[in-house]
């Protein structure tokens, strides 16, 4: 088999081998387990139990992710893609703008976006620019989805993004180690009563100013 490509002045270079079919089964399994592990558990599972729930060997997850800050790192960026998704897909399919919005967040719930909040706070390059993209990505996204509701006057004019994903956040964020192992089940009840308090007219009048974006980013 050729493993040497030409460039246009004929140069002959080394051709990258693609992965086995089989080792981005194993890849994507080991970051499924781990989003898993990490909401039932928190963060600091041990690496071994994420390999024994993907059915890999250790060999095979620290061949894919070298230390846990290059997992969690993966972990964290699959759920800001997929959620992301959600919202583009929401933005697109729904022409209520405000069951655009509501869809967008219960499948949020369904993605566990919350988990990431402690994830967050561990050792990992919270500064990567792929990872930078596509949290920007994602608050683009849901942006759109708010001033759309907001504009057709279907959603309360005394909130701001900001609000959405910090309630979100929070209602989703999973507790290790409660006794309440079924609290997961109401998650779904409570984001409606959420969605319920945020529709237009609104019912009454809320302490303090809306939470935007750029104060969710400040670190201190």
């Not at 800050?69 to 399919?93: F, I, K, Q, Y």
């Not at 729904?94 to 976006?113: G, K």
Request: proline fraction near 7%; include cysteine; aromatic fraction near 4%.
């Amino acid at each position: 088999m050729d493993t040497v490509t030409r460039t246009a002045a004929g140069t002959a270079q080394p051709r990258t081998p693609r992965p086995r079919a089989d080792a981005l089964r194993n890849r994507e399994r080991i970051v499924a387990a781990a989003r898993e592990m990490f909401v039932e558990f928190g963060p600091e599972v041990p690496l071994d139990e994420v390999a024994r729930r993907a059915g890999v060997g250790n060999a095979t997850l620290y061949r894919n992710f070298p230390d846990r800050a290059a997992l969690t790192h993966e972990v964290v960026l699959a759920v800001t893609s997929r959620t992301t998704g959600r919202a583009e897909e929401a933005a697109n399919e729904e022409q209520d703008p405000f069951l655009a919005l509501s869809r967008f967040v219960h499948a949020a719930a369904d993605e566990r976006i919350g988990a990431l909040c402690p994830m967050l706070s561990g050792g990992f390059d919270k500064d990567h620019p792929e990872l930078l993209a596509e949290l920007q990505r994602l608050e683009e996204a849901v942006e759109g989805l708010v001033e759309r509701a907001m504009s057709a006057g279907r959603l309360r004019t005394d909130i701001a993004v900001g609000d959405v994903l910090v309630a979100l956040s929070q209602l989703t964020r999973p507790l290790p180690g409660i006794a309440c192992p079924n609290i997961d089940r109401f998650t779904h009840r409570h984001i409606q009563l959420f969605l319920d308090g945020l529709e237009a007219p609104a019912r009454s009048r809320l302490p303090g100013t809306p939470a935007t974006l750029e104060d969710l980013r400040r670190r201190t």
